[in-house]
Every structure is written in C-alpha cells, then in structure tokens.
C-alpha cells in the first residue's frame, strides 16, 4: 500500500471478524512501534501481547467497551517513567507521553497497511488491568490496542477531518497567510 493511502485510510474500526490473524503480524506491529522517536532513544515501552479469550474479556470489561471482546488480540501499550525522570526531570511525563503516541500510531500504520483492524482505546481502568496483568505500580497504562481482521460486511471510510486551510498559521499563531514566506538565504543566517 502506498504511504499516503495508508495515512487517508487508517481509521479506528470497532467491527471485528472472528478469523484470528497470525501472532506473526501482531509482532510486525509491534516492531513498527518500537521504530517511532524516542526520548535519547530510551526505549521506556513495553507491549503485552494477549490472545486468551477470557483475558481479553475482563480487560473489555475494564474498559467497559463491548467491542474489545470480539478482537482475538489485545496489545497493551505499558511505559516505565523511572529512566526519562532521570534524564528529563519534570519533562519526563511529557515526553513519555509523545512517544507512546508516536509509537501508537507507528503501530497502528503498519495494521492499516496489512489490512488489519484496530482502534486507539485510553478510557479504561488501570487499576483493573494492572490487577489482571500483573503490572507492577511504576508502569503506567498508555492504550489498549485490540488487533482484528475488519467484519467483511463492513467497508468503514476513514472520518471527515479538518481541512488543511483551518489546520495551520504562517510565522506566528493565528495568523494567515498575508504575505509570501520569506526566503531564507544562507547569507541571511
Ligand atoms: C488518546 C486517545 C484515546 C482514545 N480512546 C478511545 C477509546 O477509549 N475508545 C474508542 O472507541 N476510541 C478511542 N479513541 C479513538 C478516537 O475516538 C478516534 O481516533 C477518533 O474518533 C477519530 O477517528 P479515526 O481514528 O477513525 O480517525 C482514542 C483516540 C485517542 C487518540
């Protein structure tokens, strides 16, 4: 699939075939969101690969979102803060935070591009699935990533988002394009 097809139809998809993928392309997620930036290039992401039916069920209950029960995986996205705190101090929190979003979507690309279901899920109990993983009190929950085939009957089309005109400024924020951008020119730095 061609890069910007993958981007125009990645969309969150809730409708789920019962056809179990192979854990193979699970784990070429995976390893397309271990490749997202990372601060220092700290790797402070780990992935819980889950495919026991009554797992996942309690985890959907946790989340309290009928449509995890359907997915044969569950990818749960897990940060340890304790080395960015280290290195980053106060913007340690934030900087986890970008790069599991970073990697959430690397993730959900390369799902997009083998024709594989998901959706992004942050509403859920991290006390309930911290309970039922074993997860210790220092990783923090970042997502829930069920991983499926698309229900054939359904052909879901990407969202409408916001046209581009309304999505950027020129130089400073708020402004609009009044004038043409400044070359910069090497003699100028
Ligand atoms: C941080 C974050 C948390 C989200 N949590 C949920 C969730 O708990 N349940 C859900 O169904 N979708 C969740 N979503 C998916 C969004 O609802 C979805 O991305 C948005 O509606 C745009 O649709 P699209 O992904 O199809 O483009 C979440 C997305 C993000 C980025």
Redesign the pocket.
């Known amino acids: 699939m061609k890069f910007d097809n993958i981007i125009n139809t ?3 998809i ?1 409708r789920y075939s019962s056809k179990k993928p192979p854990i193979e392309k699970v784990l070429q997620a995976v390893e397309s969101a271990t490749h997202a930036p990372s601060p220092g290039n700290l790797h402070l992401l780990k992935y819980i690969i889950i495919d026991n039916v009554d797992t996942i069920y309690e985890i959907s209950e946790a ?1 309290q ?1 009928e449509f995890i029960k359907k997915a044969p995986f569950l990818v749960i996205v897990c940060s340890d803060s304790q080395q960015a705190k280290t290195m980053y101090d106060e913007r340690a929190k934030t900087y986890i935070k970008q790069h599991a979003g970073a990697s959430i979507e690397n993730f959900l690309l390369k799902i997009t591009e083998m024709k594989l279901a998901s ?6 109990s991290d006390t309930t699935i911290k309970r039922i993983l074993n997860i210790p009190g220092n990783i923090e929950i970042e ?1 829930v990533l069920p991983v499926a085939y698309q229900l054939k009957t359904e052909s879901k089309k ?2 409408p988002k916001i046209q581009l005109d309304r999505a950027f400024f020129f130089h400073k924020y708020g402004e609009k394009f009044k004038t043409p951008l400044k070359r910069v020119r090497r003699t100028d730095l």
């Not at 959706?119 to 859920?124: D, K, P, R, T």
């Open positions: 990645r969309a969150s809730k989340c979102q959706c992004w899920v942050g509403a859920f997502a990407q969202k």
